[in-house]
């Protein structure tokens, strides 16, 4: 599919299956002049198709289709409007909103636009894939291992000092040492990109003179973005993205994509007809049941893909594919991925998506994540993806943020925290079906859609008045009225608080059983002032101003880190509880004065202090014991017998931590806002 080039000519193969005729048009070498239209010669299995002998790469192409403009019955064929290769790997142009984009004269809608915008369309390029990879080879992190850690290619490196001015926001800046330094000391093994496929602003983005800085409204699924390419070395952004992915498998990290396969940039019927609309709108989109005119949102940005159609199933396939053969990416999340599986009857656990990833050779062997919820009927789907996808889970972000920060309506009892801490066991160890280990639970309390770490304990209400929505967007108040201000202060009480809040939150989400994900500058105490939705902020709100940087709470994250790495206090296999010969329960929770926890202790919502004795860690050869304190005041804590040895307190400094438990000590003096890690001398229990 697309323009194919063999080393002799160009293959052009296009699907449509409504369509009367197809159209390829050449440009110069500008891609403003049309020198050329040519008339597709083949049909077969509804793809049209033809092949141009001599043709080379370089050569910029666009398409005109031809057929019914009847959009009552889902049929926008308008063939004045250029349109772009669906399965485009380079996009030249620029785009800008003009009112010739869109295919129904915006005036008088029943009516055709016959204005011709090939001027100003953007347009594929033919190219050579050859790329020299040299020895590449994925790294292949085990999921027991893996760290997740989420950011943005641009916001990660634009503000820093250590990249040359040159690079920074770029593929090139992600892989230049000043980036890759900070990412390998932290201890994370996977990257998740926000996306990274060709994508457009929304007009009303542009109107106002904002972006979609986060890259969530795709129009090509097969080409890197090349907004974020330096252009320093390289002839087209994929090469610099594919040199970025050598050089960071080169330090042993993998690379992931978040891809958006549940909507386009076309928007709703009052969208523009800028590729899928104009090529096929009836087998691309799906059409509400009532209304051919209309389109079914299931993902809450006015249209929704139709993956039940089996060349758009194709299509996504064939992306994923590319982007791992060609781009030698490791793997994806997907966003709002139950769409991905509706059926005719809503989501579906053993749908034709999900069949084919799990037959496919390639796209089986890598990562998949899934953000398990759309917004149409039962579109939340936690806990109900096939086994071997991992899944975002919000009741962990939840249940944390409301044990720490004293929010959850209804409050936080210690069931639910120790039902998170280790691997939700609700939602993956269903008695009914195969068993999906804790690891496929992606814990979290922070991600790019939401307040900073730093913000989420700094702020008690939303500063989004830059996004041009009067406040009225993003998730409502925030959750941390505990601090008591609003913005920074130079108050060293109230520093100090959000200081061990934060380490508190990293900690329970690094030590969790489970996969951990960090958002990037969480770690360093970035803030977006108060922005819980910047999603069109591409200024320095949302880039990591490296120059304010917490490295003692680097330190801190790399630390946690180092010892999940060695200890992996819960590993990655389910809990009984039972009680070994000669050995301590797997688990057992503990209450402050040492006892047991009783079944009516778990929803005491006046009492929050839980121990957690782990008698068989992943990996640690002696027992361990996780302490938590969500509360105001310090608390002694009962310790079971024998001589323990302090790993981790999330109230002290690094110095102060890996060292014994005062010797005959019965009591551990537990911090406010704290958590502890201790481990059992050998031969003393």
Known sequence: MGASWDGNGVNFAIFSAHAQAMELCLFDETGTVEVARIRLPAHTSDVWHGYMPGAQPGLIYGLRAYGLWDPDHGHRFNPYKLLL?????????????????????????????????????????????????????PPHVPIVDTVLYELHVKGFSKANPKVPAALRGTYDGLAHEGSLAHIKALGVTTLSLLPVHYAIDEERLAQQGLSNYWGYNTLAFFAPNPALASGQCWAAARDEFRAMVKSIHAQGIEVLLDVVFNHTAESDETGPALSFRGLDNASYYRMRADSHAHYENYSGCGNTLDIRQPRVLQMVMDSLRYWVSAMHVDGFRFDLAPVLSRGDHGFERGGAFFTAIAQDPVLSRVKLIAEPWDVGPGGYQLGSFPHGWLEWN???????????????????????????????????????????????????????????????????????????????????HNLSNNCGVEGPTDAPSINALRARLQRALLATTLLAQGTPMLCAGDELGHSQN????????????????????????IAFTAQVLTLRRQ?????????????????????????????????????????????????????????????????NSEHAFALPAGFWRILLDTARSGSENDGPVPHKASFYPLQAHSVALLQLQPGTA
Not at 99 to 112: A, I, K, N, Y
Not at 395 to 406: C, I, K
Not at 446 to 475: K, Q
Not at 538 to 549: E, H, K, R, V
């Open 567 to 631: 200890k992996h206090p819960l590993g990655n296999h389910w809990y009984s509880g039972l009680t070994g010969a000669n050995r301590l329960a797997d688990v057992a929770w503990l209450q402050s004065n040492g006892t047991k926890m009783q079944a009516q202790s778990w929803a005491d919502l006046s009492e929050g202090l839980l121990g957690c004795l782990i008698g068989q860690p992943g990996r640690a050869e002696t027992p361990l014991l996780l302490l938590f304190n969500p509360h």
């Open 530 to 553: 108060g922005n819980n939705n910047p999603y069109c902020q591409d200024n320095t709100t949302t880039w990591i101003d490296w120059t304010q940087a917490d490295h003692a709470l």
């Open 394 to 476: 919000d009741r962990f972000r939840d249940v944390m943020r409301g044990f720490w920060l004293h929010t959850a309506q209804p409050a936080c009892t210690r069931g639910d925290f120790a039902l998170r801490l280790c691997g939700s066991s609700d939602l993956y160890q269903h008695r009914q079906r195969r068993q999906r280990p804790p690891s496929e639970s992606v814990n979290y309390v922070v991600s790019h859609d939401g307040f900073t770490l730093r913000d989420m304990v700094s702020y008690n209400d939303r500063h989004n008045l830059a996004n041009g929505e009067n406040n009225a967007d993003g998730h409502g």
């Open 85 to 137: 290769d669906p399965y485009a790997r380079d996009v030249v142009g620029q785009f800008q909103w003009h009112d010739e984009h869109f295919g129904f004269d915006r005036q008088q809608t029943s009516r055709m636009d016959k204005r011709d915008n090939a001027t100003m369309a953007l347009k594929a390029r033919v190219v050579n894939d050859d790329f020299d990879w040299e020895d590449d080879r």
